[in-house]
């Protein structure tokens, strides 16, 4: 039996909405990501973003599955204030020290 393990993939939110509010949404968007190293979550066009969403997508799951790295990307607006309040306090203080905040 082979197996093949993909290194990247990007979720792209905006073909699946422009709101996204419910844990439950996350963990639907999360499943089988696992089988991933890196899970580009995409924000663009993303109007608004609940917190148990985010939750769900930047602390819980990542904690479930540490082999996998989950980064979002293309943030803009309410979406950015949301994800970066989000984000674990770990990861905060790296970009801060990086320079990117």
Do not use: Y
């Not at 993939?9 to 699946?16: A, E, I, K, P, W």
């Not at 499943?31 to 939750?55: A, K, N, W």
């Not at 970066?84 to 970009?95: H, I, N, S, V, Y």
Request: with cysteine; aromatic share 8%; charged share 30%.
């Amino acid at each position: 039996m082979t197996s093949s393990t993909r290194t990247r993939t990007v979720v792209q939110l905006f073909g699946f909405g422009v709101r996204f509010m419910a844990r439950s949404e996350a963990k639907r968007l999360m499943r089988g990501l696992e089988r991933f190293e890196e899970v580009l979550i995409d924000f663009t066009g993303v109007e608004e973003v609940g917190p148990s969403f985010i939750d769900e997508v930047l602390r819980v799951w990542p904690n479930q599955h540490p082999e996998t790295v989950v980064q979002p990307v293309g943030m803009t607006g309410p979406a950015e204030f949301m994800v970066r309040r989000g984000l674990p306090e770990r990861r905060q203080c790296d970009r801060a020290r990086r320079g990117s905040a």
